[in-house]
């Protein structure tokens, strides 16, 4: 267990460390996500490594939101001002990945 942990944490690390040195737009734990996802896709680290680990985190994963509803809560009057166009983007960009999944697992479905 931990050592699948320690996997998972050096991944969010490495993430942290190419966006800190690259400056990209995207934030370090995705691209931890990202690699960590291109290291079980190419075999690199075994899904069994980092599985003991996963299964406990997916398991409380409600808990991981609780930041994100706090600071909903902090931003409370600038999303009271701008309430339609927030609205209009998330509305609009659910049904866009709603499509768009469809859409690439009908493809990936066909092969």
Do not use: R
Not at 43 to 60: C, F, H, N, Q, T
């Amino acid at each position: 267990m931990l050592k699948s942990l320690t996997i998972i944490f050096l991944f969010l690390i490495l993430g942290e460390f190419v966006n800190y040195i690259f400056k990209v737009p995207i934030a370090g734990n995705i691209i931890g996500m990202v690699l960590i996802f291109l290291a079980l896709k190419f075999k690199l680290i075994k899904l069994e490594m980092v599985k003991p680990a996963s299964d406990k985190l997916l398991k409380y994963l409600v808990l991981f939101f609780v930041p994100y509803g706090v600071g909903l809560m902090v931003h409370f009057e600038t999303i009271k001002a701008h309430w339609f166009s927030i609205g209009l983007a998330v509305l609009g960009s659910t049904i866009l990945t709603l499509y768009l999944t469809a859409f690439i697992q009908e493809k990936l479905q066909k092969k």
